[in-house]
Each structure stands twice: as structure tokens, then as C-alpha cells.
């Protein structure tokens, strides 16, 4: 597994948009303050032609969103690529990306949600590690959450033990100038939902949105047999950050990865909080998961903090994660190797 260089003072990061660009007049008001608060830190920012561009959900043309995408892995001062937003259209601009380009120019890339689909084929095929985090406009939040402070500790080559925080949110502030910090309105508490009373592990960690690993699966973009066969010695763990999939679609997702394999050499399964439950038959998420997963006896805990429902921890996609759960709490640490 290959490390890009850790980022430092006076490097420049560039945002792009390979999925939605940013037009809501709040949501510019949160990115041009992003920049000023990276600015702030001691960053250089550049922007993308269309990141303040969208039509119908994208940013740009695939062609254009792939070369864009390009045009910062080719320059050398660029140390880091955020990506500005996530979406619904990522994996149309796969097929577009010259991937030699990325390989001949590693740098860390950073985003969640619709990101996941590069961030995936990078790690999994390039075997370039990646970060599933924040998006570029997160750091426009005038107070930043210590989750924000801990991903760019982690950017920047510190690699802090990450800790469960103590609340998260469930009811986002209705936004009124785009630079709300979290409504942090609900305690945190990592559920393990199979027989451990705790759970301490590690191995390879890969992941990410599964409503898009879903739309990956078994495309020609899909590398993940290889890339779990590679690395089993070290065993595997997987998270799920689940957005939008009802109750059986979270079962028929979880069905064709497990019969496909993927689960083989599996140390640990981690899933997010989800935004809202949803099930046509009134079966719950945690129902939901232990339906298909449970026959594999591996360890399985929900409602971890990365992902959708904020705050959300750093990811770092390819590295060996060691994971301590135990009473509601949570552990993560990263080492690079």
C-alpha cells in the first residue's frame, strides 16, 4: 500500500466536483468560507473550473469533470484534492479518468458519499490509500468540530487515536447564513448487534457509501476480490456508511457482496448512523444487517461516527485500522503500512 506525502503548511490543496457542483447561494457562502478557514491554517486554495457549476446533478460533463480531476494530480504543488460535494453521478466520469495519471502522481484524496466510487477503485486497483471524510464545503463551518480539527491533525501526518464523541446530529440547525456548525442533539453509542460484549481487532480497512458500492458492484471498476486476496493475511475490515437504502435494499446490497465473496477474510464489520429508517415490511437496520450477516459469525457494530449523520471520523481507506468497541464507545487508530 502506497502513502501519499502528508500535507504541510504553505502546500496548496485543490477542490474539485465530480459530482454535484455548488450553486445554493448558502452553500457558496460555506465554500468561499472553507477557503478562507484553510487559508487561515496556512493553505493555498485552487478551484476547478465547475465546482460552482450544476446541471442535473453534475458539475460538469464527465470528460470535463475527469480532466479537471486530471489537471491536479499533474500539478506538483497541489498536495491534497478535496471534493466539493457529493451526489449521484460519480461513476459515469470512472470511465473517462486517465488512471495512469493518478498512479504516476499520488496525492491524498479526500471525500465521502458519491466520492466513495474513486476513492474505492483508487485504493482497491492503484493500491494508493484514500480518505473517506468531510467534503470541501464541510470546513466552511465557522466553529469547526473537533472531528474537522482531527482530520486535518491526520492530513498533516498526525495520527491521533480517534475516540467516539459524545453526541451527534440527529436534527441539522436550519440553515440561515450556510456556516451552522452541528446541532449536536443526540447521544453516540456504537451498538454491537452480534455476540461479542466487545470487540478489539485489526486489519485492512476499506469502505465507504455503500448505496454507491452497490452501483460498482461488478463492473469492471470493481476490484475488490483482488485487492481482499492480496491482503488476507492481514484480514479485512469493512464500513458501511448507509445514506439513503431502505431496510430491503440494505439486505439485498449486503446478499450479493456476501455471495460474491466479499465478506471472505473479514475481521470486523462496521456500519455508520443512518439518516432516517425505512422498511416497506417494518424491519429495522439493525434487523436488516443481522439477516444477512449473521451466518458469517464475524463481529458487526452500527451507528459508528463516520458517514452522513455527523460528526463524522476520519477514514483512512487502506490502512490497518485497529478498532477497540466496547459499552457504547468506539476506538479507531491508523497505521500506515
Known sequence: MF??????EKDTIGITALSNGVVNKLKINRLENAH??????????????????????????????????????LKKEVKLILIAAGGDFLMETLPYIDFSILKENP???????????LLFYITTHLDIATIYASNACTFGMETWHESLEDNFKILEGKLLKQTSFEKYEQFPHKEETGLESYNLDKDVYWNIITEEEKIKTQGRIIGGCLDSLSDIF??????????????????????????????EALIR??????????????????????IKEESFYGISYSQAIKNILEQLHIPVAINCDFGHVSPRMTMINGSIANIKIQNGKGEIFFELK
Do not use: M, N
Not at 3 to 8: A, D, L, N, R, V
Not at 224 to 241: C, H, P, Q, R
Not at 262 to 268: D, P, S
Open 3 to 8: 502513502y501519499p506525502e502528508f500535507i504541510k
Open 36 to 73: 478562507r478557514k484553510l487559508q487561515k491554517k496556512g493553505y493555498h486554495i485552487i478551484e476547478t473550473d465547475d465546482v460552482r457549476k450544476d446541471r442535473y446533478g453534475k458539475s460538469a460533463p464527465s470528460k470535463v469533470q475527469a480532466k479537471e480531476l486530471e489537471e491536479l494530480y
Open 107 to 117: 496525492k491524498w484524496i479526500q471525500g465521502y458519499s458519491d466520492p466513495t466510487l
Open 218 to 247: 461488478g463492473t469492471r471498476f470493481d476490484k475488490t476480490l483482488s485487492f481482499i486476496e492480496k491482503y488476507k493475511e492481514e484480514g479485512i475490515v469493512w464500513y458501511f456508511d448507509v445514506c439513503e437504502l431502505t431496510s
Open 253 to 274: 446490497t449486503l446478499w450479493k457482496f456476501r455471495e460474491a465473496g466479499w465478506f471472505q477474510y473479514t475481521k470486523c464489520i462496521l456500519f455508520s448512523r443512518i
